[in-house]
């Protein structure tokens, strides 16, 4: 059995709407181990961001408990927590959040620049996954000057900036057309197959879901078999 990279147990999140109380999460559990790719599955306000969100330890849950390659996640402090998320963790989201401000290059480099990394080896490596997504002509475009798909094909390689174990993404291809999406999550697993990473990926995309390893749906508050 590979290494658990992610170990989720009984994570409860419950939100408050108005006088009510909508219990979100009831107790989902999940191992996840290096090299596999899991969909996550599941109708729109089940629960799927809330999960990844407590799994990246961006929130908190009410209760359980959370293991990113061993570490009790809960039981850290917030700068033990940002700590894993810089090393540990890459986020991809369905709206590629890339800073404006700065080029396909640059945004790359920052979360190496975040994790102390040299300049000049940030830039390395950023110019190294451009070129692995077909983007080395872009490399000092800012994001108002890439298409949709090259945008996500910039978040995807920041995600892949300081080689983490674990990657989280939140609906990855959800704002492209059909033969994008498939050409950008085609680009995603061969790069995380490649690293042997873990990936946890929400998606309401059947044919992206059926390419992964395996399937979990969120269901009632807990993750079922898909």
């Given at each position: 059995?590979?290494?658990?990279?992610?170990?989720?147990?009984?994570?409860?999140?419950?939100?408050?709407?108005?006088?009510?109380?909508?219990?979100?999460?009831?107790?989902?559990?999940?191992?996840?181990?290096?090299?596999?790719?899991?969909?996550?599955?599941?109708?729109?306000?089940?629960?799927?961001?809330?999960?990844?969100?407590?799994?990246?330890?961006?929130?908190?849950?009410?209760?359980?408990?959370?293991?990113?390659?061993?570490?009790?996640?809960?039981?850290?402090?917030?700068?033990?927590?940002?700590?894993?998320?810089?090393?540990?963790?890459?986020?991809?989201?369905?709206?590629?959040?890339?800073?404006?401000?700065?080029?396909?290059?640059?945004?790359?480099?920052?979360?190496?620049?975040?994790?102390?990394?040299?300049?000049?080896?940030?830039?390395?490596?950023?110019?190294?996954?451009?070129?692995?997504?077909?983007?080395?002509?872009?490399?000092?475009?800012?994001?108002?000057?890439?298409?949709?798909?090259?945008?996500?094909?910039v978040a995807i390689a920041r995600a892949l900036a300081n080689a983490p174990r674990l990657i989280l993404a939140d609906e990855p291809t959800g704002n492209l057309d059909p033969a994008t999406a498939?050409?950008?999550?085609?680009?995603?697993?061969?790069?995380?197959?490649?690293?042997?990473?873990?990936?946890?990926?929400?998606?309401?995309?059947?044919?992206?879901?059926?390419?992964?390893?395996?399937?979990?749906?969120?269901?009632?508050?807990?993750?079922?078999?898909?």
């Amino acid at each position: 059995m590979s290494e658990t990279v992610l170990s989720l147990r009984g994570i409860v999140r419950t939100f408050r709407q108005g006088r009510a109380l909508l219990q979100v999460l009831k107790g989902a559990e999940l191992d996840l181990h290096a090299g596999e790719m899991v969909a996550l599955v599941g109708p729109s306000g089940a629960g799927k961001s809330t999960l990844l969100h407590i799994a990246g330890l961006l929130e908190a849950a009410d209760a359980g408990e959370i293991e990113i390659m061993g570490k009790p996640g809960m039981r850290l402090n917030d700068e033990a927590r940002t700590r894993i998320r810089c090393e540990a963790l890459g986020f991809v989201y369905q709206y590629h959040h890339l800073l404006p401000e700065f080029s396909a290059l640059e945004n790359i480099m920052i979360p190496q620049i975040i994790a102390a990394l040299d300049r000049k080896e940030a830039e390395k490596r950023a110019r190294e996954l451009l070129a692995c997504m077909g983007l080395t002509e872009r490399a000092d475009h800012r994001p108002a000057r890439l298409s949709g798909g090259e945008q996500q094909r910039v978040a995807i390689a920041r995600a892949l900036a300081n080689a983490p174990r674990l990657i989280l993404a939140d609906e990855p291809t959800g704002n492209l057309d059909p033969a994008t999406a498939s050409e950008v999550f085609d680009l995603l697993v061969g790069l995380a197959r490649g690293a042997g990473l873990a990936a946890l990926v929400a998606t309401h995309n059947p044919d992206i879901a059926a390419r992964m390893d395996r399937i979990v749906r969120l269901k009632d508050g807990l993750l079922v078999p898909g």
